[in-house]
Every structure is written in structure tokens, then in C-alpha cells.
């Protein structure tokens, strides 16, 4: 079974409206279609709309971030129908900045999956450890206990339409990056925690992406790796050129 191949980029909390707009036009020029790639980037919330009309139908859009509530007195925060409507296809659920920022739980992760499903969105979620987690041997058990929050009562039929990025925290805007053998022995991890959690045909479904200073200069390492389907690019993103270069190999 060949799982789909994805390359993401997050802009996080960077671009002004301008500078995203000609980014996005840099990309659909430039970027290089493979059979069966995804290309996926997730710009700031205010310019979603129009990122993704610009994007047309070769780049998808994705939300940062979303919250669990169709609607109500929520003051500054984006349900997954908003999103929807502004034209993504995919909600980025459960960031290390989201979980170790904003103190986000691995409830709030599960709801926010739930909610993503419900509006017809489809959930790229993010986990990973904490450098103090993988020196003290801990990053299995933290993906098993991230896994199992995660996707708590999620139909297995759903699994198909969910995205896992690995993303470990100690690697992320610090300009570590975990070996490709590191990578990759996370995604087995991931896994097989998924096997154990579902099954070993949802094990197999799911594409996994490394994400962490995924740049130009070791992406080749990376993609190289059985069991990375992709990346979620974090910096490089903000590049045309780095993330072309990324997104084209």
C-alpha cells in the first residue's frame, strides 16, 4: 500500500498581507507537481480566504489552528466551520507551541480532532517530545500517552483522512534536527503504537511527516527514510526559494 506523500509548510505568525500573497504566487509558479505528491501550507488565520483562492488547485490550505465549538461566545478564537469556509481542507491540530505555549491537553487535542471531522476538515496532528523527554528515554512513552489522546474514540473509518507530523520539540526553530535514523525511528514508533491503538492496516494507512529545521540542506536525508511520507516545514516555509527547493525534490 503506497501511503500519500505530503510536503507542508507552516508560516506561523509570520507574513504581513502583502509578502503572503506574493509568496503564494511564488509557489504556484514555481512549484514542480509529482504523481501522488500533497502540497499544503498553512498560512495566518486573517489571510486564509485569499491564500487559498490564489492557491488554486494544485496547493492546499490548511488552519494553524481551530477550536471545538461550531460557534459561540469565544472571543478571538476560529471554528472549524469558519476554516472550512475560508477554503482549507486541513486544521494543524496539536502543535508543540499549541500543547507547550497555550497549554493545550491532549483533550483538547481530541476535541479539536472530533470538531475537524465534523466540519469536513482534515486533521494534520502534531506530536513529539520534549528535549528533557528524550534524554530521559521518555519519547515512546510520550507518543503512546500523545496517541492515545489523540485519537481516543475516533471512528478508525476516519483514520484515513488524518495526517500525523512528527514534530520532536527540541528540534523545532532551534536549528537541531533530529538524524534521519532518529526520524525514522520515531515513525516506527508512531507506528507501532498505531497498531496497537487500531491496527496494522491503519499503522500502514497513515502518513507520517518529520517536521522540525526541516531545511534545503537535509531534506534528501530525511524523504530518503521508509517510513517519512513527507514534512511539515516550519522557517523554510517562509522562503520561496527554501521551501521550493524542499517541496521539489
Known amino acids: 500500500m503506497k501511503r500519500r506523500e505530503i510536503f507542508a509548510g507552516n508560516w506561523k505568525m509570520y507574513k504581513d498581507y502583502k509578502s503572503a500573497m506574493a509568496l503564494t504566487e511564488e509557489l504556484v509558479k514555481g512549484i514542480q507537481p509529482k504523481e501522488g505528491r500533497e502540497y499544503v501550507i498553512f498560512p495566518p488565520s486573517p489571510y486564509l480566504r485569499d491564500v487559498s483562492l490564489l492557491c488554486g488547485e494544485e496547493i492546499s490550505t490548511g488552519a494553524q489552528n ?6 459561540g461566545a469565544f472571543t478571538g478564537e476560529v471554528s472549524p466551520l469558519m476554516a472550512k469556509d475560508c477554503g482549507c481542507r486541513y486544521a494543524l491540530i496539536g502543535h508543540s507551541e499549541r500543547r507547550h505555549v497555550f497549554n493545550e491537553s491532549d483533550e483538547d487535542i481530541n ?4 470538531a475537524a471531522f465534523d466540519a469536513g476538515l482534515e486533521p494534520m496532528v502534531c506530536l513529539g517530545e520534549l528535549l528533557e523527554e528524550r534524554e530521559g528515554s521518555a519519547t515512546e512513552k510520550v507518543l503512546e500517552r500523545q496517541i492515545q489522546g489523540a485519537f481516543k474514540g475516533i471512528d478508525r473509518a476516519l483514520m484515513n483522512k488524518v495526517v500525523i507530523a512528527y514534530e520532536p520539540v527540541w528540534a523545532i526553530g532551534t536549528g537541531k534536527v533530529a538524524t534521519p ?5 520515531a515513525h516506527l514508533v508512531i507506528r507501532k503504537k498505531l497498531k496497537a491503538f487500531f491496527d496494522s492496516e491503519i499503522s500502514e494507512l497513515v502518513p507520517l511527516l518529520y517536521g522540525g ?3 534545503p540542506d537535509n531534506i534528501a536525508g530525511l524523504f530518503a527514510m521508509n517510513n517519512i ?3 511539515l516545514v516550519g522557517g523554510a516555509s ?8 524542499i517541496i521539489n525534490i
Not at 481551530?66 to 460557534?71: A, D, H, L, Q, S
Not at 535514523?181 to 525511528?185: I, Q, R
Not at 517562509?238 to 527547493?245: A, G, M, R
Open 66 to 71: 481551530i477550536y471545538f465549538e461550531k460557534e
Open 111 to 114: 476535541k479539536k480532532i472530533i
Open 181 to 185: 535514523e532518529m526520524a525514522e525511528e
Open 213 to 215: 529545521s526541516v531545511k
Open 229 to 231: 511520507d513527507g514534512v
Open 238 to 245: 517562509l522562503d520561496k526559494e527554501s521551501f521550493l527547493t
